[in-house]
Structures are given as structure tokens and as C-alpha cells.
């Protein structure tokens, strides 16, 4: 089993920047592929980035992409999400999963455990 807390949501300025953190539990930690996903009001959740188990190969959607970094320290067991130039858009719950396979995916029914989200709420 693998227990995900995500942190580092809050309230910032269009513009701004942002990092969410997600720790994991599992010592095995570095055999996952992680993903960040986020889920605006009304709307289903989406996908935001995905990056493998070693950290090498790294995705994002089209919608963050040239704005978001992700990336991970597994001596931390750790992944990161950085966000720059924060949109009103970007406002939404953003949730880790991480899957036990070495690369990542776009596809939220891939992922077998999820955090509990960290809510970003970027104003005009």
C-alpha cells in the first residue's frame, strides 16, 4: 500500500508561481512512475503530468506545458510539481498518484493510489 500526501496549494496571483509536493510512504518509492492530476469545480479531473520511476522521462499536458516542471527526489520519496506564470485556469484540486510501473501515463484509471489532493487557487 501506498500512502500519497500532496502539500503546497494555497491561494496565488495570476503570474505567480507554485510548488506542490507529494510524499510517499512506500520505500519502494523509486520502482513507481508518478503522475499530478487536478480537478477544476464541475469539471472531471484531468491530467497534468506524468514522470517515470527513474525520473528521466517526463510528460505534460498540452494545457501546462512550457509552464509546469515535474520532477522527484526518491532519496526524499518525494515528487514535485512547479508551476510558473499561474493561470485562473490552473485553479483546481491537484491530486499525486503513482503507479507501479516504471513509466508513467496519462490515463487516471493507470494510477492504483491516490493522495488526497491540495487545492490551488490562482486569482485574476
Known amino acids: 500500500q501506498v500512502q500519497l500526501v500532496e502539500s503546497g496549494g494555497g491561494l496565488v496571483q495570476a503570474g505567480g508561481s507554485m510548488r506542490l509536493s507529494c510524499a510517499a510512504s512506500q520505500r519502494t518509492f523509486s520502482s513507481y512512475a508518478m503522475g499530478w492530476f487536478r480537478q477544476a469545480p464541475g469539471k472531471e479531473r484531468e491530467f497534468v503530468a506524468h514522470?517515470?520511476?527513474?525520473?528521466?522521462?517526463?510528460s505534460y499536458a498540452d494545457s501546462v506545458k512550457g509552464r509546469c516542471t515535474i520532477s522527484r527526489d526518491n532519496a526524499k520519496n518525494t515528487v514535485y510539481l512547479q508551476m510558473d506564470s499561474l493561470k485562473p485556469e490552473d485553479t483546481a484540486v491537484y491530486y499525486c498518484?503513482?503507479?507501479?510501473?516504471?513509466?508513467?501515463?496519462?490515463?487516471?484509471?493507470?494510477?492504483?493510489?491516490w493522495g488526497q489532493g491540495t487545492q490551488v487557487n490562482v486569482s485574476s
Open positions: 498518484a503513482a503507479r507501479s510501473l516504471r513509466v508513467g501515463s496519462r490515463w487516471e484509471n493507470e494510477y492504483a493510489y
Open positions: 514522470i517515470s520511476a527513474s525520473g528521466g522521462m517526463t
